[in-house]
């Protein structure tokens, strides 16, 4: 009888353990709906701001007031060089260029101009045509209006 019972050890376990899953069952997914089974949507990349060294071509050239007659004693007249913008009476080097679109830049600039330095943010934003150029100065309290540029032959 012990021989017996010994014997009827292994089938007693053999019952208390899980199936073995077959590979085929492993190969079915069990319920899946079909917004589980496929991958989410790429999301559409956004551009992000780059810096560049100098201000892009399309920046550069002598502006003047949309209204002004483009005469180089003009106080609105800006000269926009690759790492310099010359203002009225001020001379603005170029410490810094921040790309946001082709149509947009924002430039940091150390200034000096009447014995006095300081520092300016400035973003240009530029038509689409590229005939007409409008500055904002950035940090201003309260913020200055726009006074849009137009471009002027040198």
Same mark, same amino acid.
């Given at each position: 009888?012990?021989?017996?019972?010994?014997?009827?050890?292994?089938?007693?376990?053999a #019952?208390?353990?899980? =199936? /073995? +899953?077959s !590979?085929? %069952?492993?190969? @079915?997914? &069990? *319920?899946?709906? $079909?917004?589980q #089974?496929?991958?989410? =949507? /790429? +999301?559409? !990349?956004? %551009?992000?701001? @780059?810096? &560049? *060294?100098?201000? $892009?071509?399309?920046?550069?050239?002598?502006?003047?007031?949309?209204?002004?007659?483009?005469?180089?004693?003009?106080?609105?007249?800006?000269?926009?060089?690759?790492?310099?913008?010359?203002?009225?009476?001020s001379?603005?080097?170029?410490?810094g260029?921040?790309?946001?679109?082709?149509?947009?830049?924002?430039?940091?600039?150390?200034?000096?101009?009447?014995?006095?330095?300081?520092?300016?943010?400035t973003?240009?934003?530029?038509?689409?045509?590229?005939?007409?150029?409008?500055?904002?100065?950035?940090g201003?309290?309260?913020?200055?209006?726009?006074?849009?540029?137009?471009?002027?032959?040198?």
């Amino acid at each position: 009888m012990r021989a017996f019972a010994v014997s009827l050890v292994p089938l007693a376990l053999a #019952a208390c353990q899980q =199936p /073995a +899953a077959s !590979p085929e %069952a492993e190969d @079915t997914p &069990a *319920s899946v709906s $079909p917004t589980q #089974a496929s991958p989410p =949507p /790429a +999301a559409t !990349p956004i %551009a992000s701001p @780059t810096t &560049a *060294s100098a201000i $892009p071509q399309q920046f550069r050239g002598i502006w003047d007031y949309a209204q002004g007659n483009c005469n180089p004693a003009s106080d609105l007249r800006l000269d926009i060089g690759a790492v310099s913008i010359e203002f009225y009476e001020s001379l603005g080097t170029v410490t810094g260029v921040t790309v946001e679109s082709p149509n947009s830049i924002l430039v940091e600039l150390a200034m000096e101009g009447e014995g006095e330095r300081w520092e300016r943010r400035t973003r240009f934003a530029l038509s689409d045509d590229g005939t007409t150029l409008t500055p904002s100065d950035i940090g201003d309290a309260p913020p200055a209006a726009p006074m849009p540029r137009k471009r002027c032959e040198r």
